[in-house]
């Protein structure tokens, strides 16, 4: 029942339907039993008195009857699809609302393939599942009790055969599904096995050219072991139960004849006893595929079950980390201090400890250091992206967590290194940085992010559309089109996270120019390990181990024997290597 109010709180709206559905299921199990139970009046009269006329009559209701039923019934399944649609789009709509409202850390975490599959996956699934799984609960409940009414009103005979059979497979069932983990245990190794697959595929080309085996693919290879083994397991676990099931249901229109030769010398006539064995041959099939029903019943069931899990922990997560917004809606200035902040990634190592920083509003500061040292970390809690551990962080003297959230998004531009456009125009893609701005102002910012050899290219300019008709943009290109929706948005606070990192000799130039117009009179944090392009900033800031270990001016710093002097030694070497 935990699981069928879940559903339902996903499509409130289509609740009737649900309910409609599992009534007209209930309707229509006990009206699959009619027809039934007209042929055995009709079975009894042929080998009886043979009354033409009402044998015809007893025809005719099993047709019709037959017919109610199956009108019931697909009564009832176009009423559970029509929740299950609902419930599927709901499903959909709850992940991107959660998406859209999803902590950074989430994004940092999760990749958009991953997450994309887990949404559309689990909510067409479930829709799968659910568009039958309620109505064959009831159907589930029901066949096996009306199987056993009519058994019992056809004869007591028939009756304890039936009640023999379902004991019978009861047992088989206990043993089939002795292990409860069995289902969950499938489910992991096929998830494993559908994503890495689809990393396989992606990854053909490598395989191709580098001629690969699918050994190197070492984790698909490992989860096509995996599940091969599951499955190993679970089939042997379930044969010899299911084979013993099969051989009772099949064999159940058998064991009809000893049946009737005990009950031959009770009844008056003979014509009795073959009508019995008549109908128990077109009866007995029921009870196998009662018992299908179930069985298919449990296996859905789980698989929902599973499909929820899955939705609701990755909503879970996408609420984890979760910067705290107050109800702020100016800076007074753009000063930003970090006060004894310490700071870790989920239940890891500190990556800042008890650190404490001052950056002056207006300035341009470089933030160097080898990988993991805590540059992006820091360029990520001053975004808002994730809140801090313990300590203050302060932009204006006022705690970032003390905010609007849309204070914090007006007032700080972020520039990743590997910038993300959507598939639309590319003056939509800069418009998005600020939605108001008129066509002037986005054409104007292109111009500024020095995109006009980029525009020249196409027939249609700033209206093309980015990846259709063959139109990609290099990497180069991508953050010049990042940047003009930056200097679009004019944010007081820029970041720029290795921004020039996509950038080649034949754009270089073109890129200094980009971002020299976008830090105009702005506080602006850069991270950079080209150490070419930080040689104007105000302040550059060493960063070692969580802690800044140095912070001056390019002449300052390379006047000293420093860690900064020793970087960029290393960097101009780096420079001057060459294939001979």
Same mark, same amino acid.
């Given at each position: 029942?935990?699981?069928?109010?879940?559903?339902?709180?996903?499509?409130?709206?289509?609740?009737?339907?649900?309910? @409609?559905?599992?009534?007209?299921? @209930?309707?229509?199990?006990?009206?699959?039993?009619?027809?039934?139970? =007209?042929?055995?009046?009709?079975?009894?009269?042929?080998?009886?008195?043979?009354?033409?006329?009402?044998?015809?009559?007893?025809?005719?209701?099993?047709?019709?009857?037959?017919?109610?039923?199956?009108?019931?019934?697909?009564?009832?399944?176009?009423?559970?699809?029509? =929740?299950?649609?609902?419930?599927?789009? $709901?499903?959909?709509?709850?992940?991107?609302?959660?998406?859209?409202?999803?902590?950074?850390?989430?994004?940092?975490?999760?990749?958009?393939?991953?997450?994309?599959?887990?949404?559309?996956?689990?909510?067409?699934?479930?829709?799968?599942?659910?568009?039958?799984?309620?109505?064959?609960?009831?159907?589930?409940?029901?066949?096996?009790?009306?199987?056993?009414?009519?058994?019992?009103?056809?004869?007591?005979?028939?009756?304890?055969?039936?009640?023999?059979?379902?004991?019978?497979?009861?047992?088989?069932?206990?043993?089939?599904?002795?292990?409860?983990?069995?289902?969950?245990?499938?489910?992991?190794?096929?998830?494993? +096995?559908?994503?890495?697959?689809?990393?396989?595929?992606?990854?053909?080309?490598?395989?191709?050219?580098?001629?690969?085996?699918? !050994?190197?693919?070492?984790?698909?290879?490992?989860?096509?072991?995996?599940?091969?083994?599951?499955?190993?397991?679970?089939?042997?676990?379930?044969?010899?139960?299911?084979? +013993? =099931?099969?051989?009772?249901?099949?064999?159940?229109?058998?064991? +009809?004849?000893?049946?009737?030769?005990?009950?031959?010398?009770?009844?008056?006539? @003979?014509?009795?006893?073959?009508?019995?064995?008549?109908?128990?041959?077109?009866?007995?099939?029921?009870?196998?595929?009662? =018992?299908?029903?179930?069985?298919? #019943?449990?296996?859905?069931?789980?698989?929902?079950?599973? @499909?929820?899990?899955?939705?609701?922990?990755?909503?879970?997560?996408?609420?984890?980390?979760?910067?705290?917004?107050?109800?702020?809606?100016?800076?007074?200035?753009?000063?930003?201090? #970090?006060?004894?902040?310490?700071?870790?990634?989920?239940?890891?190592?500190?990556?800042?400890?008890?650190?404490?920083?001052?950056?002056?509003?207006?300035?341009?500061?470089?933030?160097?250091?080898?990988?993991?040292?805590?540059?992006?970390?820091?360029?990520?809690?001053?975004?808002? #992206?994730?809140?801090?551990?313990?300590?203050?962080?302060?932009?204006?003297?006022?705690?970032?967590?003390?905010?609007?959230?849309?204070?914090?998004?007006?007032?700080?531009?972020?520039?990743?290194? $590997?910038?993300?456009?959507?598939?639309?125009?590319?003056? !939509?893609?800069?418009?998005?940085?600020?939605?108001?701005?008129?066509?002037?102002?986005?054409?104007?910012?292109?111009?500024?992010?020095?995109?006009?050899?980029?525009?020249?290219?196409?027939?249609?300019?700033?209206?093309?559309?980015?990846?259709?008709?063959?139109?990609?943009?290099?990497?180069?290109?991508?953050?010049?089109?990042?940047?003009?929706?930056?200097?679009?948005?004019?944010?007081?606070?820029?970041?720029?996270?290795?921004?020039?990192?996509?950038?080649?000799?034949?754009?270089?130039? !073109?890129?200094?120019?980009?971002?020299?117009?976008?830090?105009?009179?702005?506080?602006?944090?850069?991270?950079?390990?080209?150490?070419?392009?930080?040689?104007?900033?105000?302040?550059?800031?060493?960063?070692?181990?969580?802690?800044?270990?140095?912070?001056?001016?390019?002449?300052?710093?390379?006047?000293?024997?420093?860690?900064?002097?020793?970087?960029?030694?290393?960097?101009?070497?780096?420079?001057?290597?060459?294939?001979?």
């Amino acid at each position: 029942m935990g699981v069928f109010k879940k559903l339902f709180s996903y499509a409130e709206d289509r609740k009737g339907c649900m309910v @409609a559905a599992m009534l007209l299921s @209930a309707v229509a199990t006990i009206l699959s039993f009619v027809p039934y139970y =007209f042929l055995w009046k009709m079975l009894h009269e042929i080998t009886g008195d043979a009354d033409y006329s009402r044998i015809s009559k007893l025809s005719y209701l099993i047709f019709g009857t037959t017919i109610i039923y199956m009108f019931t019934y697909i009564a009832a399944l176009m009423c559970s699809h029509l =929740f299950a649609f609902r419930l599927e789009t $709901n499903m959909k709509k709850k992940g991107l609302n959660a998406l859209l409202d999803g902590s950074f850390s989430f994004f940092d975490m999760n990749s958009s393939g991953k997450t994309r599959k887990i949404i559309d996956d689990n909510s067409g699934n479930t829709h799968t599942i659910v568009a039958h799984i309620l109505p064959d609960s009831v159907n589930a409940v029901l066949f096996p009790i009306c199987l056993l009414v009519l058994s019992f009103m056809v004869s007591k005979y028939v009756g304890i055969l039936i009640v023999a059979a379902v004991i019978a497979a009861s047992i088989c069932f206990k043993f089939m599904y002795s292990d409860s983990d069995m289902m969950k245990e499938y489910m992991g190794a096929l998830d494993d +096995i559908n994503s890495e697959t689809v990393e396989y595929v992606r990854g053909i080309q490598v395989i191709k050219i580098f001629n690969m085996v699918v !050994e190197s693919f070492e984790r698909l290879y490992k989860s096509i072991i995996r599940y091969s083994e599951v499955v190993n397991k679970e089939c042997q676990m379930c044969r010899r139960p299911y084979v +013993i =099931f099969q051989v009772c249901m099949l064999s159940l229109s058998a064991l +009809i004849v000893p049946v009737a030769y005990i009950a031959m010398p009770k009844s008056p006539q @003979a014509s009795e006893t073959i009508s019995l064995v008549v109908f128990f041959a077109a009866f007995s099939g029921l009870l196998m595929s009662a =018992f299908m029903k179930v069985m298919f #019943f449990s296996k859905n069931f789980e698989m929902a079950n599973d @499909a929820i899990s899955k939705l609701e922990s990755l909503f879970d997560q996408m609420d984890k980390n979760k910067l705290a917004h107050g109800d702020v809606a100016e800076m007074a200035s753009h000063d930003i201090e #970090f006060a004894g902040v310490t700071f870790r990634y989920e239940e890891g190592v500190d990556v800042l400890t008890d650190f404490s920083l001052r950056l002056e509003s207006g300035k341009k500061y470089a933030l160097v250091g080898s990988s993991g040292s805590g540059k992006s970390t820091i360029a990520k809690l001053i975004s808002g #992206f994730y809140p801090v551990s313990s300590g203050e962080l302060k932009i204006g003297g006022v705690d970032i967590s003390k905010y609007k959230r849309e204070t914090l998004e007006h007032e700080i531009a972020f520039v990743f290194q $590997n910038a993300k456009l959507f598939k639309t125009s590319i003056y !939509e893609n800069v418009k998005i940085g600020r939605p108001d701005a008129s066509r002037e102002e986005v054409v104007k910012a292109l111009d500024l992010a020095m995109c006009g050899s980029i525009l020249d290219k196409f027939e249609t300019r700033e209206d093309t559309i980015i990846g259709a008709k063959g139109v990609h943009l290099s990497g180069g290109e991508t953050q010049r089109i990042a940047i003009a929706r930056a200097i679009l948005k004019d944010a007081p606070i820029i970041i720029l996270d290795e921004a020039s990192a996509a950038s080649d000799p034949e754009n270089e130039y !073109e890129m200094q120019q980009a971002f020299s117009k976008l830090m105009e009179g702005k506080t602006v944090i850069m991270i950079a390990h080209r150490l070419s392009s930080i040689r104007n900033v105000d302040e550059i800031l060493v960063v070692e181990d969580g802690k800044v270990t140095e912070r001056g001016s390019h002449d300052e710093l390379i006047a000293k024997d420093s860690k900064y002097k020793n970087l960029q030694n290393l960097y101009n070497q780096a420079n001057e290597w060459r294939l001979s």
